[in-house]
């Protein structure tokens, strides 16, 4: 949800502040609620057959085992790659770097991730040389960030970009928030691997190896006991996306 509302919420702000300088809309595969993580529903705007023609086109992360679906997708990599020669910016928040790299728009170029799936991704894409500790990359044409709300900090940049430095700081100051281009990032919990230790049923990482259960001789860890109880009562459900 952040990855979708935060860049958003700087880009709507800048709207108010330049009185019309950008317009915000939401674009989806089809023409139906999409459900966050959280289940928060959003009404897309526009189809992408029907969307007008961005300037910026902004994608979301969304959690690996979505993200992993999507990148084999071939009609959605090919959308991607004929965006990236129609608009200004691409940027892609979170674990979207995974479908701008799939794409092959990153190749022997930079970029970052959430720092949950650096080692993920540097093994995935050998080719694209993974930048750690920073908010976000900017190649001119493509940005990519790190988790969350390191979206914030892509988009006010691209305010600053094209509306100044001055309106950049005050779309910041009304969002109390301090933007950064660099910060050392957390450390990840030792031996992580997401595609081992995800939660099969809301897909964040498993950090506590104390909360798991075993199904069919086989243990699955859980981020918390909520989701613990979610899988256990209907485990055939949630096996099945996998």
């Known amino acids: 949800l952040q990855d979708f509302a935060g860049p958003a919420d700087v880009f709507n702000k800048a709207a108010s502040i330049t009185r019309g300088g950008y317009q915000v809309y939401t674009v989806s595969c089809k023409q139906e609620i999409v459900y966050t993580d959280g289940h928060v529903g959003i009404q897309p705007d526009y189809t992408i057959q029907q969307m007008p023609k961005p300037d910026i086109l902004v994608i979301p992360g969304t959690q690996f085992s979505v993200m992993d679906s999507l990148c084999r ?47 993920d991704f540097a093994t995935a894409f050998p080719a694209i040389t993974l930048v750690k500790d920073v908010r976000y990359v900017d190649l001119g044409n493509i940005i990519s960030t790190a ?8 988009a006010l940049h691209l305010v600053e970009r094209y509306s100044g430095e001055r309106i950049a700081g005050m779309v910041a100051r009304g969002m109390q928030y301090t933007p950064k281009r660099e910060e050392t990032w957390p450390l990840a919990p030792t031996g992580m691997d997401y595609k081992k230790d995800a939660d099969v049923v809301c897909g964040m990482i498993a950090i506590d190896k104390n909360i798991y259960a075993l199904y069919q001789g086989k243990r699955y860890y859980f981020c918390s006991e909520i989701c613990k109880k979610a899988f256990l009562k209907k485990p055939g459900q949630y096996l099945q996306r996998q």
């Open 147 to 154: 988790g969350a709300t390191a979206g914030i900090d892509a």
């Open 73 to 119: 997708d071939s009609s959605l990599l090919s959308l991607i790659r004929q965006y990236q020669d129609s608009v200004s910016v691409i940027m892609s928040v979170s674990s979207a770097t995974f479908l701008l790299a799939a794409a092959g728009l990153l190749d022997q170029q930079e970029a970052t991730t959430h720092f949950f799936l650096a080692d």
